[in-house]
Structures are given as C-alpha cells and as structure tokens.
C-alpha cells in the first residue's frame, strides 16, 4: 500500500515551498489524481463501484475522512516524534473511521449494507494515508484541508464515474435513492431499453477489473495524444 | 459449514483478491518480481492467520463483555500493526536470509487491506473459531495462488507487445478481470 508513496513525495519536494492555495486544492482533482494518474487506492474503487450511488457514498466518505485527517496529522505535526508517526496516523484515520461508520450505520443502512467491510477498511485505504505522510505531515493546517478536499473530490469523481459505467452497461439503467437516504427513488436511463443489451458480467467482480483497466487505458491515450500534439 | 467446504470457498471461489477486491495494492504493486512475491505470499499467510487466532478471542472475550465491539477497527488494526512488528522480529532472529528476501514488504502488511479484511469478516458473521481460523488459511492460500499466478502471466506480458495504451496498468487490470471470469467459473463447485 505505501510502496506508491514515494511519487507524492518526490513532487512535493520538487515543487515550490509554499505553492498557493487554488493550485494546492486543484491539483489533486486532475493532474496528480489518486485513482486515475497515482492509481491509489483501488480496493475500494473495485469493490463499491457496481453501483452508481454506492460509489459516490464511498466518495462522500472517503473525502471526510480524508479532509479531516490532513487537518489533524498537520495540526500535530510539530508535537509527534517522526520515529513514530505512523502508528500516530493509523489512530488518527482509525478513530475517525470508527465513529464515520456509527453515523452511516444510523443515519444511511441502505449505505453502510451496500458497502460493508469496505467502510471499516477506509483505515488502511493508501490515498488517506498517502497524503498524510507526503502533504498534511509537511504543511500548514489550511493547506493541509485543501489539498485533502482536493484529491478526495478527484477521488470521489473518478469512483463516481466507475460506478455510473458499470451500473449503467451493467444493468441499462441507474437507480438513484435507493442506498443513500436522499428520500425519494428515481430512475434514470429507464426508457432507453439499454437492459436488453445490459452486459451483466460489467456489474459484477471482473467487470470492476475490466471498466477501470480500459479507463485507464484511454487516459492513456488521451495523454500520449496531447504530448505528442505539445 | 463443513471446514473442507469453508477452506475451497474462501479460497477459490470467494477470492480474497479477485471476487473480495482485499489486498489490490500489493497485488499489482509487487507482482513484477517472483523471488518477492512468493516471499511475500508467505508473509501474507502467516500474518492473517496469526490475526486471526489472536482477534477473534480479542473480540469475543474482550470487546463484547466490556460492550465496546464499535472499536473494533481500531484494535484490530493495532493488534495487526504490532503482530507485524512481531513477525519481522522473529523472521529476523530465525532466518536473516528469509528476512533480507522480504525487504520492505513486511512492514507494509500492516496497512494490507486483505489482513484488516479478513478480521473484520470473521467476525462480522457468527462462526466457531475452528471455521474462522479456516477462513484465514484459505484466505491467505488464495492470496497467494492468485498473486503467483498473476506474476507468471504479468512477466509474460513484459516481453510481449501491447498496446502503447495498455501498457503497464491498463494490462494489468484488464488480465486480472480475465482472471477474474476464469475464477466466476468455479462458483458451481460447492
């Protein structure tokens, strides 16, 4: 998990000291992206993204804890000997985790049902820790709080976009209301008849694999394209 | 459950990798190299076993009389931490060679997923302990067929030509979901 962690690093040492605050916030939602440029934290982005909602609660969840453990592990970051500072951050995103799960579990069950283990494992999850070692670790408290918002959003996003690929060609259809308590049930794409050519199998495991290896593989592409146009 | 039933299950038919997405990140983060890998694959077993034998107790003789199983991520994920540390010390007393072979990965079990993963399922659902402890062993037997498995078909790949597109992840991916299907197939055995 922490093996990838050394990319971030680097970067941020490379970069200027204080970068500005609109540059801290942005970067993380499309140029340094956790999922699609890092390619961080991809037990969840697999396992929650069969469906569209489902993904994007996992998103909403992983941005709070990710904004709030950046502001804590920074505002500590002069008080915490670096010997052990990792056993510090584990507490830190454990404890946050613990009490997220309490309110899931009485305000969204449809939510925390639908995710399971996977929101008790946010703690090991290596883009919150990621960004705690190599930002939040380094920089002031209101950096730190951008920075985590930002790659959490570019996180959310792109387990967003997982999701609504797999739910929409893997049923034909997205339900929204269902899982997360939004209070009403709709659903969309209904009318389009895409359920008789629904590609179940993109709903299911290996479809998770498939849906993110050939999204990334046209990221790809779309790079190679815009540097060889530079 | 018979315990023959529960080791196959959680072995090949609920994947702890493929179907249970546990322990993607050293999956595709390490499988480039076979010497560390089915070193790592060891490691993986012996530390979700020893989670197990040790968190299972902890949460039915400690968390639930005192009332407080809501922190169980927090004391697994300690108990793990230290069982790694502990792990690493004895490997280093016991076979330095062992010890140099696994490098830095040992001390990165700790934040595998799959290890967390298994602890908090063992205890999710009502099991004996004999049936917990077989649900670690063939989860860690399943981590490690499918990681050595994975390397073998990913060292392949690095001598083939691919897309310029696919290359590296992209490929990765898209053979671990066809692994995947190959591993949907096996869900009629029991």
Known sequence: ?230 | MNLLAILISSMLINNIVLMQFLGLCSFFGISTKMKSVVGMSFAVIVVILLAALITYPIYYYVLIPLDIKYIDTIAFILVIASLVQLTELVIKRVSHSLYKALGVYLPLIATNCAVLGVALTNVASPQTYIEALTFALGSGLGYALIIITFTAIRMRLDAIAVPKALKGMPIALVTAGLMALAFMGLAGII
């Open chain 1, 1 to 230: 998990m922490t093996e990838v962690k050394k990319v971030p690093a680097k970067k941020v040492a490379v970069e200027d000291k204080e970068p500005s605050p609109w540059v801290t916030f942005t970067k993380g939602i499309l140029k340094e992206n956790g999922l699609f440029v890092m390619v961080l934290g991809m037990c969840p982005a697999l396992a929650v993204t069969a469906t569209f909602e489902g993904a994007f609660g996992m998103g909403i969840l992983v941005m709070i804890v990710l904004t709030l453990t950046n502001i804590s592990v920074s505002a500590i970051r002069k008080l915490v000997p670096n010997t052990v500072r990792i056993p510090s951050y584990v507490i830190i995103i454990a404890t946050e985790v613990t009490i997220l799960k309490m309110l899931v579990d009485a305000f969204a069950p449809a939510l925390a049902q639908e995710l399971g283990v996977f929101i008790a494992l946010i703690t090991v999850n290596c883009v919150v820790f990621g960004r705690a070692e190599a930002f939040a670790s380094k920089n002031k408290v209101v950096l730190a709080a951008l920075d985590g918002f930002g790659v959490a959003l570019g996180f959310g996003l792109s387990l967003s976009i997982i999701g609504f690929v797999r739910e929409l060609f893997g049923t034909g259809m997205i339900v929204l209301g269902k899982t997360l308590p939004l209070g009403f049930e709709y659903t969309i794409f209904q009318n389009l008849g895409l359920q008789k050519y629904a590609f179940s199998v993109l709903a299911q495991p290996p479809g998770a694999f498939l849906v993110i290896g050939f999204l990334l593989a046209g990221i790809t592409a779309f790079r190679q394209r815009k540097g060889a146009k530079k």
